[in-house]
């Protein structure tokens, strides 16, 4: 069985720009999360989605937005992008969709710069 | 909040132990353990819950001290395959769904 797949892998953006992520989760899971690992340190938990709605959000600014599809595919979006958003983003699915946290599938991520 | 692991590096040779700590300051509803190796996504090692359920591998043990709010990993007779970043992640107590927040990892070398 294929596991999380996320696109693109790499991506180079310039300050101000918008990007976004894509995720899709193993079969049969249907809760997605997001994760920012900077160079360093341990991956930073930016949101959670199941059955298409928002379950928790971590501490980033609003210009991070993430949504959740029927096929429960996912996608994060990054408006004005700061030198400080470069990292690796993580996607990790799940199929628990309580409000715990359970074992967790990840990508390998997209490697964002921004220039 | 972040919880702190120790030690932050460890060298080993190949079919020696080690223990990698992670310790929190706030009340822990589980502690889950991750190994990252370079350029790969985390894999899931253990999940350490209160009240004393663990699910993982089984070659991988761990502790967790509720009322101290610290976990151990137990690496014994550690292969080459062994070697990479461990990070532990903590949940709260608290209701939310507010993901796992991860300690900085503890980077381990295995050498034969």
């Not at chain 2, 590096?9 to 822990?28: H, M, P, Y």
């Not at chain 2, 999940?47 to 070659?59: R, S, T």
Request: with cysteine; proline share 4%; hydrophobic share 30%.
């Amino acid at each position: 069985d294929a596991g999380v797949t996320q696109s693109p892998t790499h991506l180079i953006k310039t300050r101000g720009q918008q990007v976004t992520l894509r995720c899709s989760p193993i079969s049969g899971h249907k809760s997605v999360s997001w994760y920012q690992q900077v160079l360093g340190q341990g991956p930073q938990f930016i949101f959670q989605y199941y059955e298409k709605e928002e379950r928790g959000r971590g501490n980033f600014p609003d210009r991070f937005s993430a949504r959740q599809f029927p096929n429960y595919s996912s996608e994060l979006n990054v408006n004005a992008l700061l030198l400080g958003d470069s990292a690796l983003y993580l996607c990790a699915s799940s199929p628990l969709g309580g409000t715990r946290t359970g074992e967790l599938f990840f990508g390998e991520g997209s490697r964002l710069t921004v220039l | 909040q972040q919880p702190v692991q120790s030690p932050q590096a460890v060298i080993l040779r190949e079919g020696e132990d080690a223990v990698i700590n992670c310790s929190s300051s706030k009340a822990l509803y589980s502690v889950h353990w991750y190994r990252q190796k370079h350029g790969e996504a985390p894999v899931f090692l253990m999940i350490l819950l209160k009240g004393g359920e663990q699910k993982g591998h089984e070659k991988i043990s761990a502790s967790f001290n509720e009322k101290k709010q610290q976990s151990s990993l137990y690496l014994t007779a550690s292969q080459l395959s062994y070697s990479g970043t461990y990070f532990c992640g903590t949940e709260g107590t608290g209701g939310g769904a507010d993901g796992l927040t991860f300690g900085k990892g503890t980077h381990l070398i295995i050498q034969p």
